[in-house]
C-alpha cells in the first residue's frame, strides 16, 4: 500500500509515520501544498497512493482545501471512484460541522486526535486497505 501523510505538527507527524510504514511505503509532506503536489506527481508517475492521511489544520492549505484539490485532480485524471484514493481526515476538530464538511468535500473516513491505534486500525480494515491479520 502506497500511503500520503500530510501533518504540520512533528510530534503527529512522527506518531503516523511509525504508526502506518508497518502497512506500506509513507510519503510525508508538512502542509496541504505539499501533500496536493506529491499527490499529482504520484499519478501522474503511475503510482498513485492508497491512502492519503490529512490534518485539517495545516498552514498554506488546510485539509479541506487539499482534499478538494485532490479530489477535482482525480476527477480531471478521469480516475473511477473504486480507483480513488481512500482520504482520512485526521484532526483535534470533532465538531459534528467539521466532520460533515469534511465527508461533503469527499473524505473517506475522520479520525479525531489523538489518534487511537486500533480504532485506526478499524477504520482501515473497513475501507479494504489492510487484512485482519495486518497489526
Known amino acids: 500500500m502506497k500511503i500520503l501523510i500530510a501533518e504540520d505538527d512533528f510530534i503527529s507527524r512522527k506518531f503516523m509515520l511509525r504508526f502506518l510504514s508497518k502497512y506500506?511505503?509513507?510519503?510525508v509532506t508538512v502542509d496541504g501544498t505539499e501533500a496536493v503536489e506529491a499527490?499529482?506527481?504520484?499519478?501522474?508517475?503511475?503510482?498513485?497512493?492508497?491512502?492519503v492521511c490529512l490534518d485539517i489544520m495545516m498552514p498554506v492549505m488546510d485539509g479541506y482545501q487539499?482534499?478538494?484539490?485532490?479530489r477535482d485532480i482525480e476527477k480531471e485524471?478521469?480516475?473511477?471512484?473504486?480507483?480513488?484514493?481512500?482520504?482520512?481526515?485526521?484532526?483535534?476538530?470533532?465538531?459534528?460541522?467539521?466532520?460533515t464538511k469534511a465527508f461533503s468535500l469527499g473524505c473517506t473516513a475522520y479520525a479525531g486526535k489523538p489518534i487511537d491505534?486500533?480504532?485506526f486500525e478499524n477504520v482501515l480494515r473497513k475501507l479494504d486497505l489492510i487484512?485482519?491479520?495486518?497489526e
Not at 499527490?39 to 491512502?51: H, Q, R, S, W
Not at 485524471?77 to 466532520?99: C, D, H, Y
Not at 487484512?131 to 495486518?134: A, K, L, P, R, V
Open 66 to 70: 487539499a482534499l478538494k484539490k485532490i
Open 117 to 119: 491505534q486500533e480504532k
Open 24 to 27: 506500506g511505503e509513507c510519503d
Open 77 to 99: 485524471m478521469q480516475i473511477p471512484e473504486e480507483k480513488a484514493a481512500k482520504i482520512i481526515m485526521t484532526t483535534a476538530l470533532s465538531e459534528g460541522k467539521n466532520v
Open 131 to 134: 487484512g485482519s491479520n495486518d
Open 39 to 51: 499527490f499529482t506527481m504520484a499519478l501522474e508517475a503511475k503510482e498513485g497512493y492508497d491512502l
